[in-house]
């Protein structure tokens, strides 16, 4: 028995299906109707402590944040769960919660679901949403030698909250480690900043898979390679990895569970996209270049390895 | 630990969200964009023997089935696939092969997914179609007394195959032994059916948890009582069954894994389906009548227990 990763698996299904290797990426259904599934799954996607709210909201932030990265705002969803034999009702109330909390905190309705049972918590959540009339919607594939990398915020919280909650990983920094715990418990999608700025971007990934493999992603899939000059890590990550003998990039490029936009942007467009996510009061940090290449990222000089999360050292 | 049934799971959660009791029909977005979704289990949803293409091909046949009673024809699917640690290529190969067939037997096209590591096999299938122009799409809540109960087929096969596969049922009939494992393992969704009658249905739902309960489900949203006086047995199921000791009703009304078409038709429409049903090649049943009440199913002068699949004793 070969153990295959997801990117095989994804690979067997979209070569038989004669797809292109877009089969993980938004899709778009006739002219403007966005199309996006995506599924959670207790036992890898949700952290102890997480209450029953947290894990339903979370399934539809996964959505959420995948759409945004398009600029997309979705309007209708669908719940599919696979719920534990013995489930009780107070933990079936919680995910009622969570999802009324989701339908409210990103403006979608809830129009349907199926139920089922299963051995661990599955959630299945899929969306649809309107692509405005003009704007085109950018793909994994559409970066180009010369433009900037952005991203919607900083990185290494999430991972640093994983770490405290599932490795014991110390600060004596209390703030720090309520920001990095919430971080992984209530994640916020980066909803106003697509929508206010996906119209500017060449290509465009959420980052919930880690930095590095979403940089990859984008390399790979419109076959250029990236340099990254300017290391987005959020305030009181170094001192957290020094504390913990992890070395901060690892948090930085390596972790997870963030669900920030990673986009390129053309140098044309730029100040553009600068004006406009002023007016959006949001923040738009450029953290490298595009050059030519074969697919590959680096950070300064040093080749990135592509790979997501990896269980932490610790000291 | 209060162990919840799907209907009290689906009304907590549908009481949270302020939903009707439609959570599980299809959902209409918009003017016309039709979107459901199905989740396949494999160790409640998949039988001994099934290979895995047959796995992947009944996954969207759910979906299909539930939307051909409808009278939707899917446009496009996305498949989230929750796979076992260690599933080997050939089966990922298989899985894939079957989408593929899928594809092409229900004329849609798989634009996207979402992969992940699950315990047991997991397949959550959701699906665009398109409600045409003018046609109203049956609802299960439609149904008014007077109403003709029709059905798209005989019902037994199924629930015999399960038997056979799972209970070690037997038969000396050769013939109708292959053709209920078949229908098992390679069910066929009433497409054209739906597809050619549903505009004449007052309410409709596919039979996939059973007869009893769909006939259940159409009294009580509709606020009406159905009267059974035609039972819908297919050739060879009554001799399988006494040769069994199974109640031949048992198979007919508490089966499962059928995919039939259940709808009610006014006695003003009556003629002009069965004028497109023969125009179509499709046969409609005619097998009760819709009366007053309080949403209770009678078979002749006897209340129909509301409950699918129970396991058989076998002699």
Same mark, same amino acid.
């Not at 599919?80 to 933990?91: E, V």
């Not at 199926?114 to 051995?119: H, I, K, L, R």
């Not at 704007?135 to 919607?152: E, H, L, T, Y």
């Given at each position: 028995?070969?153990k295959l990763?997801e990117?095989?698996? =994804?690979?067997?299904?979209a070569?038989?299906?004669?797809?292109?290797?877009?089969?993980?990426?938004?899709?778009?259904?006739?002219k403007?109707?966005?199309?996006?599934a995506?599924?959670l799954?207790a036992?890898?996607?949700? !952290?102890?402590c997480?209450?029953?709210?947290?894990?339903?909201? $979370?399934?539809?932030?996964?959505?959420?944040?995948?759409?945004a990265?398009?600029?997309?705002?979705?309007?209708?969803?669908?719940?599919?769960?696979?719920?534990?034999?013995?489930?009780?009702?107070?933990?079936?109330?919680?995910l009622?919660?969570?999802f009324?909390?989701?339908?409210? /905190?990103?403006?979608?309705?809830?129009?349907?679901?199926?139920?089922?049972?299963?051995?661990d918590?599955?959630?299945?959540?899929?969306? =649809?949403?309107?692509?405005?009339?003009?704007?085109?919607? !950018?793909k994994?594939?559409?970066?180009?030698?010369?433009?900037?990398?952005?991203?919607s915020?900083?990185?290494?919280?999430? !991972?640093?909250g994983?770490?405290?909650?599932m490795?014991g990983a110390?600060?004596?920094?209390?703030?720090?480690?309520?920001?990095?715990v919430?971080?992984?418990?209530?994640p916020k !999608?980066?909803?106003?900043?697509?929508?206010?700025?996906?119209?500017?971007?060449?290509s465009?990934?959420d980052?919930?898979?880690?930095?590095a493999?979403?940089?990859?992603?984008?390399?790979?899939?419109?076959?250029?390679?990236?340099?990254?000059?300017?290391?987005?890590?959020?305030?009181?990550?170094?001192?957290?990895?020094? /504390?913990?003998?992890?070395?901060?990039? /690892?948090?930085?490029?390596?972790?997870?569970?963030?669900?920030?936009i990673v986009?390129?942007?053309? $140098?044309?467009?730029?100040i553009r996209?600068?004006?406009?996510a $002023?007016?959006a009061?949001?923040k738009?940090?450029?953290?490298?270049?595009?050059?030519?290449?074969?697919g590959?990222?680096?950070?300064d000089?040093?080749?990135? /390895?592509?790979?997501?999360?990896?269980?932490?050292?610790?000291r």
């Amino acid at each position: 028995m070969t153990k295959l990763d997801e990117k095989e698996i =994804i690979d067997v299904i979209a070569s038989t299906l004669g797809m292109g290797g877009d089969l993980d990426d938004v899709a778009l259904v006739g002219k403007n109707i966005v199309f996006k599934a995506d599924m959670l799954v207790a036992s890898t996607d949700v !952290p102890p402590c997480m209450e029953p709210w947290q894990v339903a909201r $979370k399934s539809i932030v996964s959505c959420v944040s995948d759409l945004a990265a398009k600029g997309i705002k979705p309007h209708v969803a669908l719940i599919s769960l696979g719920l534990p034999r013995g489930c009780t009702l107070h933990y079936v109330e919680g995910l009622a919660e969570g999802f009324a909390v989701a339908e409210k /905190e990103f403006g979608l309705k809830i129009v349907g679901g199926d139920t089922n049972e299963t051995n661990d918590l599955v959630i299945d959540c899929s969306m =649809i949403g309107f692509a405005r009339g003009t704007s085109r919607m !950018p793909k994994r594939n559409g970066a180009r030698p010369g433009d900037f990398v952005i991203v919607s915020g900083m990185f290494g919280l999430p !991972p640093a909250g994983l770490a405290i909650l599932m490795h014991g990983a110390k600060t004596t920094d209390g703030m720090f480690r309520k920001q990095a715990v919430d971080s992984v418990l209530e994640p916020k !999608p980066r909803q106003s900043f697509g929508i206010a700025l996906a119209k500017y971007f060449s290509s465009s990934i959420d980052s919930s898979d880690g930095l590095a493999i979403s940089l990859y992603e984008l390399a790979k899939q419109s076959k250029v390679n990236i340099v990254i000059d300017n290391i987005p890590i959020m305030d009181g990550v170094e001192q957290f990895a020094h /504390e913990n003998g992890i070395e901060p990039n /690892e948090l930085v490029f390596h972790g997870g569970e963030e669900y920030e936009i990673v986009a390129t942007i053309s $140098k044309a467009r730029l100040i553009r996209a600068q004006v406009a996510a $002023k007016k959006a009061g949001v923040k738009l940090h450029v953290i490298g270049r595009v050059q030519r290449g074969p697919g590959k990222v680096f950070v300064d000089e040093n080749l990135l /390895e592509n790979r997501g999360y990896v269980h932490f050292r610790l000291r």
